[in-house]
């Protein structure tokens, strides 16, 4: 009987080993875990940091090009405003001068 109770107690004694052995074991693999998913939300981070700053400059670079071609159409509309204007002015100063010659 004994010995039978020496076996009870060894054996619950490694029970309590190896329990205690895969609970470490299981908060090595968590931790591993945790720091390989760290790691990987760092880097995909990154690599969507990297993709907004491109796709920023991109659409600067864009806006620059829009507002440079409004720019030149605003210019070439103002010039062939004025160029009309010249154009028209000594008709319309001699009409006006006539019509208040008139009055």
């Not at 864009?62 to 409004?70: G, I, L, P, V």
């Not at 030149?72 to 010039?79: I, M, P, Q, T, V």
């Not at 009409?95 to 010659?101: D, G, N, P, T, V």
């Amino acid at each position: 009987m004994e010995t039978f109770m020496e076996r009870i107690i060894e054996t619950d004694r490694r029970a309590r080993e190896v329990i205690e052995k895969a609970l470490a074991q299981r908060e090595g693999d968590l931790a591993a875990a945790r720091k390989q998913a760290q790691e990987e939300v760092h880097k995909r981070t990154e690599a969507l940091r990297a993709e907004m700053d491109t796709i920023d400059r991109e659409a600067g670079k864009s806006r620059a090009q829009s507002a440079q071609e409004a720019d030149r159409e605003y210019l070439s509309a103002k010039h062939a405003l004025d160029a009309a204007f010249e154009e028209k002015r000594e008709d319309w100063l001699k009409r006006i001068c006539s019509r208040a010659a008139g009055l």
